[in-house]
């Protein structure tokens, strides 16, 4: 029976912890995790947390990654770079290298390009959801040479991973965009409680967002929204002014409902109602083309486009 090769695990948090725990219920035998090194007694906290998800505490970078056929990055966006390439220099040949940080495309990229140059594969590979919800079953998608592998590799463990083609740096290309809307979101529901606490009327407010837009696939309520953008985002955008403020008057600074109302107001400057004669767009599609055309034409979607 051909022995199955070490697994290391680069970072012990959330995700990192998760992982391990899956890889070493599903029986891979040899599961090291390796995280910066802390003071004691939190050093020694960390390693029997280790050890008691029946994986092996790695005292060094290099005892993790040494003879490991698969290395899972689960580090901080800020360090993920230089931990690619410190563990670069310690890869075996053909080793995968799978990067489930939230790093930058392009910093995805190169540390593609310093695992490659020692022989090894890079799967830049982006958490679509929270741990704290879904588990080692969290969405994943990947991208880059490494990929197909890790789609695999990670497969073969229940867990819910989908290769896309394309180069390292388009997974997160892809989670960053999508970040845009789920933590703007996040900032606007905190700010739109903050200020209805405030005012008194936070519990009555909860209820009314609980409706028919809410309700729906992603896919429909961005094809509904931007549809009816087309003709009303100027209406919307003075909606927006007059929310923001109700915030300030009760003393919360209305930065994400300015940024928004903005937004609206310089869709509203491009035409778009006098480009589909007053009749709501079919499709985002047709929304889409006619915003990106007027960037073409007039510049960056900017205060004047």
């Not at 697994?7 to 910066?36: H, K, N």
């Not at 002014?241 to 919360?252: D, N, Q, T, Y």
Request: aromatic share 4%; net charge neutral; with cysteine.
């Amino acid at each position: 029976m051909r022995a199955v090769p070490p697994i290391g695990i680069i970072g012990f948090g959330e995700l990192g912890s998760v992982l391990t725990a899956r890889m070493v219920e599903s029986g891979l035998p040899d599961v090291r995790a390796y995280r910066r090194p802390r003071p004691e007694p939190q050093a020694g906290a960390r390693a029997r947390e280790v050890r008691e998800l029946g994986a092996r505490p790695s005292a060094t970078l290099a005892d993790a990654v040494a003879g490991a056929g698969v290395v899972v990055s689960a580090v901080p966006a800020t360090v993920a770079g230089d931990v690619a390439r410190a563990c670069a220099e310690l890869l075996e040949p053909g080793a995968l290298f799978a990067d489930v940080s939230a790093g930058e495309p392009g910093h995805k990229a190169a540390a593609a390009d310093a695992i490659a140059v020692r022989g090894g594969t890079y799967a830049d590979v982006a958490v679509m959801g929270t741990v704290v919800m879904s588990g080692w079953a969290v969405p994943m998608i990947a991208s880059g040479p490494g990929a197909p592998a890790w789609e695999r590799f990670a497969g073969g463990l229940g867990m819910t991973v989908r290769a896309i083609d394309g180069p390292a740096g388009r997974a997160s290309l892809i989670k960053l965009l999508r970040s845009v809307y789920m933590k703007g979101r996040d900032a606007l529901i905190a700010e739109t409680l903050l200020a209805a606490r405030r005012h008194g009327v936070d519990r009555e407010l909860l209820p009314t967002i609980a409706g028919p837009g809410e309700q729906v696939s992603f896919p429909e309520l961005a094809e509904r929204v931007m549809c009816s953008l087309a003709l009303h985002a100027q209406r919307r955008a003075d909606e927006l002014a007059g929310s923001a403020a109700v915030l300030e008057a009760a003393g919360v600074e209305p930065l994400v409902t300015c940024a928004a109302s903005e937004r609206l107001r310089r869709v509203a400057a491009m035409g778009l109602r006098e480009r589909f004669d007053g009749r709501r767009p079919g499709e985002l599609s047709a929304v889409l083309d006619a915003i990106d055309e007027r960037c073409t034409t007039n510049g960056p979607w900017s205060a004047e486009a």
